[in-house]
């Protein structure tokens, strides 16, 4: 199947700063990236979507000006989590689709372990 | 209001014990749906996507089926590494995302 690389896998910070998650699509290019966000033992939960070279759509809820987006290549997207705070520490996964139409998936990256302290 | 209802939520078996995960949908219209496997601290591994009732698809032990109204995840013989959630969404027309369920957590013992 596709490859869908997340760095870093994790990252500790202190609470106020920006943290910058990095997914990329390895073997395919994703015209549509999203980024998901799961609590212990919970499903996920979609942040928001992200098209290469437009504005990403957020889900309700979400605060665009804290989880800023990028998706400035068709295999790469970024998510910033601006001013950090403790309750944004969480398991952050993105994930791309390959439009090819024989596949027409969503793939995951391995996610990412933020930590605020 | 498009939604994914997974069954059971957490299911405990004997290593070589059979049995199914149900993923019941009610959506507007349904253009795939997928099946998942997540082990813990990492991303879903894609199993398989479904377009249309009747579709069935295979992978070493599990099989997934489709009708109108439910997808099935058949676990058959399974394995201690078999062990995982497994997350069910589908795509409806219209729209980029998925609809996640809440997924099954499988434990499978020796």
């Known amino acids: 199947g596709a490859v869908v690389s997340q760095h870093p896998s994790r990252v500790i910070c202190k609470s106020g700063t920006s943290v910058k998650i990095e997914c990329r699509s390895l073997d395919f290019q994703a015209t549509t990236m999203f980024w998901y966000r799961q609590f212990p033992k919970k499903s996920l939960m979609l942040m928001a979507t992200?098209?290469?070279?437009?504005?990403?759509?957020?889900e309700q809820g979400v605060e665009k000006d804290k989880f800023l987006i990028n998706h400035a290549s068709l295999t790469l997207s970024t998510l910033t989590v601006t001013s950090a705070h403790p309750e944004d520490s969480s398991f952050y996964i993105c994930s791309a689709r390959d439009p090819v139409p024989s596949t027409d998936t969503q793939y995951f990256g391995p996610g990412t372990r933020l930590t605020v302290l | 209001e498009d939604q994914v209802t997974q069954s059971p939520e957490a299911l405990r078996l004997q290593e070589g014990e059979s049995s199914s995960l149900n993923c019941s949908y009610t959506v507007s219209g349904l253009r795939g749906l997928f099946w998942y496997r997540q082990d813990p601290g990492k991303g879903p591994e894609f199993l398989f996507t479904l377009y249309s009732a009747g579709e069935e698809k295979e992978k070493e032990r599990l099989k997934a089926t489709l009708t109108k109204k439910e997808s099935f995840l058949h676990i058959t013989a399974p394995k201690p590494e078999d062990s995982a959630t497994y997350l069910c969404a589908v795509r409806v027309s219209g729209y980029n995302k998925l609809i996640f369920g809440a997924g099954t957590r499988l434990a499978v013992h020796p």
């Open positions: 992200s098209n290469e070279g437009s504005k990403a759509t957020y």
